[in-house]
């Protein structure tokens, strides 16, 4: 049973610290997300986004974006009037509620897509070109065209970003699992390691605290990988 437990242990500490397939995360980024992100999310504040699971989100939301923007171009493209075309590019759950509601209620559409931006930065950009168009007469197709161009090119470093930092994830995950790679391996050989840790209190004050320093370093490995895409 001891042996079975060490070697569960050392299992789910090499599965846990392989990273996923470089292809496989540039597809999930690039690509239109499988399922509507939750309209609660994106209530998310960025700075608080963290972790697997954040970063899925956000890539997913990212995705969404790129994917609204290029609809716009293509509707504008077409020949479609700009509030027509920004209905039929918003997606579902729309990508710009506010802008909607103005553009339905006429009010001012740019305003309302800076008010989304919050939640989607690329957005503050579709402001601005709306703005100009609206008051120089100037087309808006072109400029969207290349807005979501551009779009695009910078989601394409963040993906390669990503693969970079990669690396460092992957030796910081495998970092935190050691310990229990140590305990596996010393239940292996026949060491009641798990009982010195539960059954004295010098195993006590060292599981605590290895937990907490294994904890810090693993958030701060995150905020600082975090810290690194924020900057694009």
């Not at 168009?133 to 197709?141: C, D, E, M, R």
């Not at 390669?160 to 495998?174: N, Y």
């Not at 050691?178 to 009982?195: E, K, N, R, S």
Request: proline content about 6%; some cysteine; aromatic content about 4%.
């Amino acid at each position: 049973m001891m042996l079975l437990a060490g070697c569960l242990l050392v299992g789910l500490a090499a599965w846990l610290a392989v990273p996923p397939a470089a292809a496989a995360r540039r597809a999930r980024v690039l690509s239109v997300p499988s399922k509507p992100a939750r309209r609660h999310r994106d209530r998310v504040p960025r700075a608080l986004r963290v972790g697997p699971a954040s970063r899925r989100r956000s890539a997913r939301d990212r995705a969404r974006t790129l994917q609204a923007l290029g609809a716009l171009a293509a509707e504008l493209a077409s020949g479609q009037p700009p509030s027509a075309a920004l209905a039929a590019a918003a997606g579902e759950p729309a990508v710009w509620p506010a802008a909607l509601g103005a553009s339905a209620s006429g009010l001012d559409v740019a305003a309302a897509l800076r008010e989304d931006s919050a939640a989607r930065p690329p957005l503050a950009y579709l402001a601005a070109c709306w703005e100009v168009a609206a008051s120089t007469g100037i087309g808006l197709a072109v400029a969207v065209e290349r807005l979501a161009a551009a779009t695009r090119a910078a989601e394409e470093v963040r993906v390669e970003l990503e693969g970079q930092l990669a690396g460092p994830r992957s030796t910081a995950r495998m970092l935190g699992l050691l310990p229990a790679v140590g305990l596996g391996l010393g239940t292996m050989l026949g060491a009641d390691a798990v009982g010195w840790l539960l059954g004295t209190p010098a195993g006590w004050a060292c599981l605590v605290s290895g937990i907490a320093l294994t904890v810090l370093g693993q958030a701060w490995t995150g905020r600082i990988a975090a810290s690194v895409e924020r900057l694009l």
